[in-house]
């Protein structure tokens, strides 16, 4: 047999419950022996980790890190430098881009949209199955197509 609240016990335990959840609770856990079994355990265990000995690190790591901050020597950055000055990559990354720049240009603004023929259209008609005609007559095509 399960309850469904007994998934709030820990939380109740941990003390991170709503005063008012942890009223309606509380008035619940006197009546289910299901919760009351699982505080029990819960709170047992939580004893028990208390109980444990804290481990000690011997060794202070951020009092080691300050000291070896303050022996190394200041360090200085290098001066930044501009774009231009990468040298051969640098060209080559302008270049690409103002290619880049022109070729959408021509993409953008081109020339007047041409239609194509109505001829050239024909490769679009319905093809019988198979993909080949036995004769021009049943695939639409005129015989004096040129």
Known sequence: MS????IEVSAYLDNMMAP???????VHLQ????????LDA?????????????PSLGFDLAASFD?????APPQRRAPRTPWFSWGPAGVAVAL??????WLGGLLIGGGAVVAPSAVAAR??????????CAAAELCRVSKGMQ
């Open 3 to 6: 309850c469904p609240k007994h």
């Open 20 to 26: 008012a959840e942890r009223g309606q609770f509380m």
């Open 31 to 38: 009546s289910c022996p299901i919760c009351q079994g699982q």
């Open 42 to 54: 819960l709170s047992g265990l939580q004893a028990q980790l208390r109980a444990m000995p804290s």
């Open 67 to 71: 000291e070896q901050m303050r022996m």
């Open 96 to 101: 690409s881009l103002a290619s880049g720049a």
């Open 123 to 132: 490769v679009f008609d319905p093809v019988p199955p198979g993909g080949l």
